[in-house]
């Protein structure tokens, strides 16, 4: 089966690297599945959850806030400001920031808090 | 014990309490370095993959961005500045702060006006104390900075650039390239507008070189670029900082290594100078026993 390399890349470490079938992200004009062959493309991502499928049929899940998503040569590089595995997460933690969000009326904050949720408990659903 | 021989003592003993601090000190800045090389290197492939997209959005699309064209009637430049919180790390600060004086002299002979920007306390304090205005200023993270650090430097670097009246032409910034354990050097680059011959990567190849693919961009190549280039400027921040803070730190490790030797010295020297300083004093308790006795007899004989 054809596959593509993955990068996720954050600021100050490299989160992920690796084969994979499929990379869903969310970018700016929506949510983008990028498969072996894409056209080259370069574009901004929002904060959102990213999802690898893995060569051997597992599920990568990492939660992202703000960065770029750029694919050449079956070569997909994912930049982040910040970016978590699904299994870094510390679940109590981010409801803790969630619920300070809400109260707070900070809505970048709670937005963050509930895609670092949304990224933990969707590999907990997967295992 | 004579009074000299006392002093001597002394002076020892403090001087061996200065090595302790001194050695102390070394290692704990020799630990340090290695940690900050290790951030430098966890750095890099987020920023060679966005100085790549950078130079690939910048040479595929003939968008014009604010950031990248030249102004040819520059009026005020910026200059960023990266010190050290604290001292005793030899020239590392000086060295910083003379390169940043160059620069703005050096601007100033262009014409344009030099609005300054510092960060570590060093550079603040020798700023304030000749009465040079400062912009704005950051501190207490010189020796361990954050991505988070970056991003607030940067944020107040971009909005002067970007702000309508009043902002600044150019952005350049002074920082400590750490070149090996043993040299670091104070270097000059221009962060804005952006100069896409000088962009490099971190093998020091130039960007420009390779040859990108027709890419797509979403939604649009000057979104793209907006979205970007505040990114690649806190990232070249970002990285300035760690290679600072590792340079801070490898400056520190020499400048209390030679502190350490020269009070190894000062000990010896010192402790020569103890010993022939008692050995006098015994010498002469010797002859006045000597003197003592032979008054003695020499009395005793005049009586018989």
Do not use: C
């Amino acid at each position: 089966m054809a596959e593509l390399h993955v990068e996720l890349v954050a600021a100050d470490r490299k989160v992920w690297s690796g084969a994979a079938t499929i990379v869903v992200a969310r970018t700016a004009s929506g949510d983008t599945g990028i498969m072996p062959g894409h056209t080259p493309v370069l574009s901004v991502l929002e904060t959102g959850p990213v999802t690898i499928r893995t060569v051997d049929g597992g599920t990568v899940i990492a939660a992202v806030h703000g960065g770029f998503i750029s694919f050449a040569d079956n070569k997909l590089s994912l930049l982040a400001e910040i970016a978590e595995l699904a299994d870094e997460i510390d679940v109590a933690r981010a409801e803790r920031a969630l619920e300070k969000a809400k109260s707070d009326l900070d809505e970048h904050a709670e937005r963050r808090a509930e895609v670092r949720l949304f990224a933990a408990r969707g590999l907990k659903a997967h295992v | 014990m004579g009074a000299q021989l006392r002093v001597y003592k002394r002076r020892i003993r403090s001087v061996t309490a200065t090595k302790k601090i001194t050695k102390a000190m070394e290692m704990i800045s020799a630990s340090r370095i290695v940690k900050a090389q290790r951030a430098v290197a966890a750095s890099t492939p987020y920023a060679d993959e966005l100085t790549r997209a950078v130079t690939a959005v910048a040479t595929r699309s003939n968008a014009k961005h604010p950031l990248t064209t030249e102004n040819p009637q520059a009026k005020t430049a910026a200059v960023l500045l990266i010190t050290a919180d604290r001292g005793l790390a030899g020239g590392y600060s000086t060295n910083a702060i003379k390169a940043a004086l160059t620069l703005s002299e050096r601007l100033r002979g262009e014409g344009k006006d030099v609005v300054t920007y510092i960060v570590g306390r060093k550079g603040v304090s020798y700023y304030t104390f000749r009465d040079f205005k400062v912009a704005e200023s950051w501190t207490g993270f010189s020796d361990k900075p954050t991505y988070g650090d970056a991003k607030a430097v940067a944020a107040d670097l971009i909005e002067a650039f970007t702000a309508e009246t009043g902002g600044v032409d150019e952005l350049h910034l002074i920082s400590t390239k750490f070149e090996s354990m043993l040299t670091q050097t104070a270097v000059e680059a221009r962060l804005l507008p952006l100069k896409l011959d000088e962009v490099q990567l971190s093998d020091e190849r130039p960007a420009k070189a390779e040859i990108f693919p027709l890419y797509d961009f979403e939604p649009s190549a000057e979104g793209v670029l907006d979205a970007l280039l505040p990114r690649y400027v806190e990232s070249r921040i970002y990285n300035a900082l760690l290679q600072s803070a590792a340079s801070e730190h490898a400056a520190r490790r020499r400048a209390m290594k030679s502190a350490t030797d020269n009070a190894g010295e000062l000990i010896k020297s010192l402790t020569r100078l103890a010993n022939s300083a008692r050995q006098a004093e015994i010498t002469q308790e010797i002859s006045e026993i000597v003197g003592g006795a032979n008054a003695l007899a020499d009395a005793s004989r005049g009586s018989e």
